[in-house]
């Protein structure tokens, strides 16, 4: 009597790297969440949003391609433009962390109902690109494995998740 066998093996190659594309590219579209466009944003708030971000931004780099500066609002500096490696999505969900846990920075957010803005990357040609949220973004970090995010910084993620839910 033979016994039919199963091994199970890793993905080759080629269907690795398909699998790596299709995630991301899930990432891309559906870390939008919820997206308060009714309102707009003073310059002043945009300003000081931008400052916040790129004082904990400036300090977080991926190799060949920088660090997360975000200079001008139309370009939120999502890990995608940053060579959308493993290593760039793993700093860029780090930062997340590092920027809600930063002085006031929630309170911030919150209190500005901030965390359901839109947060966008016009191209230099001006083509509109993604579009994302802090809480979309937050949420998909939180609860995706597949960029290798460190498990303390999920937890934190996930924390920051349900208090950001429970914000105006």
């Known amino acids: 009597m033979n016994l039919l066998s199963i091994e199970r093996t890793a993905l080759p190659r080629p269907r690795r ?17 919820a ?21 904990v931004a400036d300090g977080v780099t991926v190799q060949s391609f920088g660090n997360f500066h975000w200079g001008n609002f139309d370009q939120f500096p999502h890990p995608t433009f940053k060579g959308g490696s493993a290593e760039a999505y793993q700093a860029f969900a780090g930062l997340l962390v590092a920027f809600y846990e930063h002085g006031d920075n929630f309170d911030f957010l919150t209190n500005n109902r901030l965390f359901r803005i839109s947060l966008h990357y016009v191209t230099a040609s001006g083509q509109p690109g993604s579009e994302w949220t802090f809480e979309g973004l937050t949420s998909q970090f939180a609860n995706n494995d597949w960029a290798s995010i460190p ?18």
């Open 35 to 55: 997206t308060d466009n009714t309102r707009t944003i003073s310059d002043q708030l945009k300003a000081d949003l931008l400052s916040r971000w790129s004082a």
């Open 17 to 33: 790297a398909v699998f790596v594309l299709l995630a991301v590219g899930a990432l891309i579209v559906g870390c939008g969440g």
């Open 151 to 168: 498990a303390e910084t999920v937890q934190k993620l996930q924390a920051f998740e349900a208090r950001i839910r429970m914000a105006p």
